[in-house]
């Protein structure tokens, strides 16, 4: 699933270095993270010294792949471990499930009693299947639908016509594809990403249940497959791919309609994808009223890390996550939407988004975030969406029956899942 992490790939690149041994020098916390994230981390930096003035903040960033592939490596070696160590929901999974972070639930840390003080999801997003609790969050991503007003005007139609069900959405987009031209959607995955993640029971995550069980035959599947058909027979999907020249260049032309994504992409549609289509893009909850989370980051603590650091480490993590001051200053220079409630109450959620058009559309998203549910994860959800994909292409572009496509999905799943 898109998230606003997928897009960080001009970070900068750096060898972890070893902390200092000599007592002659200050000691050093080194924190790990990937773009966008390291500036919030820096920003954050002149508070700490006041708080902790001998104690220096060391950042090492890394493009957002490169990261977490050498925080897998640190964390199963042992070597080069940070202190502190950003990661994107996305991986949370596979990091959660293994014994290498700390259990924040353990002194010094104590992190239930700051429970209530989170969304709920992010905070339950942490919790493995042992009941430890390996993360803290910081930032959210809540779905929304984000919409041309101009796109809709011409071809007769109001906002009222995209509040409906899924085949409601799909049924505008052919009507704005005859008026307009314009797409409905990028791509077809962010479709089917979505009405995936709808209708998740309890005790199940996106692929598996807490016992592993594969899950891609149930009726969420079904469903968003056949829309998926729907929409490529219609010829409603641009066929191109998120962050790409050609996506970019599509929303400056006015051949995107829509975008399923999360809050913080319209940021990125205003500052540096279409800047000059401000004003003609509004927000909505998407259709059906999925809710639904698009990313979020989280900070950990390695439990391999240097022990006389750890509490300092847990430290910085609650200047990042519990302090309202920084958790703006996030919000205010990165869309890293908060997920410390204490923010979500103030006047700046009220304010009017100019390219938005004015509206207030920070009001929505909170609405959506405390309507999002957690869902399990599992250490082969990223295979599994590898797998997905490809029978969804085998379906859409080989015309591959659907119950097999997700019948075999099914095997090759029950397979790894078992090895």
Known sequence: MLTRRTLLAMGLMSTMPVLASSSSQPRKLTVAAFPNVDAIIKAAIPKWQQLHPNIDIEVVSRQYADHHTAMTTALSTSVYLPDVMALESSYLGRFAQGGGLEDLLREPYRIDQYRSRCVTYAYEQAINRRGAVVAMPTDIGPGTMLYRTDLLAKAGLTASDLAGSWDAYVDV???????????????????????????????????????????????????????????????????????????????????????????????????????????????????????????????????????????????????????????????????????????????????????????????????????????????????????????????????????????????????????
């Open 173 to 419: 987009g052919v009507k704005i594809k005859a008026a307009t031209g314009a797409y409905l959607v990028s791509n077809i995955r962010a479709i089917k990403d979505v009405v995936i993640r709808s209708g998740i029971g309890p005790g199940e995550g996106l692929y598996f249940d807490q016992e592993s069980r594969v899950l891609v035959t149930a009726p969420r599947f079904q469903r968003a497959f056949k829309l998926s058909q729907k929409v490529r027979r219609n010829k409603l999907d641009a066929k191109v791919n998120a962050w790409s020249n050609e996506w970019a260049e599509a929303f400056k032309r006015g051949k995107l309609f829509t975008e399923l994504s999360g809050a913080w992409m319209a940021g990125q549609l205003s500052t540096w994808v279409a800047p000059d289509t401000k004003g003609l893009w509004r927000a909505a909850q998407l259709p059906e009223s999925t809710f639904v989370s698009f990313g979020g980051t989280f900070y950990a603590i390695p439990r391999q890390a240097a022990t006389a650091n750890k509490s300092l480490a847990w430290d910085f993590i609650q200047l990042l996550t519990l302090n309202t001051e920084r958790q703006f200053a996030a919000f205010k220079s990165q869309d890293a939407f908060p997920a410390l409630l204490a923010t979500h109450d103030d006047p700046f959620l009220e304010e009017p988004l100019p390219f938005l058009g004015g509206q207030r559309a920070r009001l929505l998203w909170r609405d959506a975030a405390r309507q999002i549910t957690a869902t399990q994860v599992h250490k082969q959800d990223s295979f599994a969406e590898e797998v997905i994909n490809n029978e969804l292409d085998n379906v859409l572009d080989n015309d591959k029956d659907i119950g097999r496509a997700l019948a075999d999905a099914h095997r090759l799943l029950e397979r790894r899942s078992h090895r």
